[in-house]
C-alpha cells in the first residue's frame, strides 16, 4: 500500500481532495462499504489533513449502521479519536461497536 500512497502524493494535495470528495459521495451510496472506507484512508494517509474531512462524513453515518470492521481501519488515526468517542458514547451505537472502540483504546 506504500506505493499506492506515494502515487496518491505525486497528484498532490488538491486533487487529492477531489478524489476524497466522490469517494466520500460513493461512501454515502454504498452505506460505506469497507472497501470505500480503505479507498478513502489511502487519501488520508498520503494527506493528513484531509482526515477531518472523512471523520466528518462518517460522522453522518446513522448510529445503527456503525460496523464492528471500520474501528481497525481507523484505529491509531488521530482525526478519527473524536469521532470514535462520539460513537462511543451515542446510545444508538451497536454494543458491538463500542466494545470494538473500547478494546481499541485498551479499555
Known amino acids: 500500500m506504500s506505493e499506492l500512497i506515494e502515487r496518491i502524493k505525486e497528484i498532490g494535495e488538491t486533487e487529492a481532495d477531489i478524489v476524497l470528495n466522490r469517494i466520500i459521495r460513493l461512501g454515502r451510496t454504498s452505506q460505506w462499504e469497507v472497501n470505500t472506507l480503505h479507498a478513502a484512508l489511502h487519501i488520508t494517509e498520503a494527506f493528513p ?11 453522518e453515518i446513522p448510529a445503527k449502521s456503525r ?20 460513537w462511543k458514547e451515542s446510545k444508538d451505537t451497536p454494543t458491538n461497536v463500542k466494545k ?8
Open 49 to 59: 489533513a484531509l482526515g477531518s474531512k472523512l471523520a466528518l462524513a462518517l460522522g
Open 67 to 86: 460496523k464492528t470492521t471500520y474501528i481497525p481501519a481507523l484505529r491509531g488515526k488521530p482525526w478519527a479519536l473524536e469521532m470514535l468517542q462520539q
Open 100 to 107: 470494538a472502540i473500547g478494546l481499541q483504546e485498551g479499555k
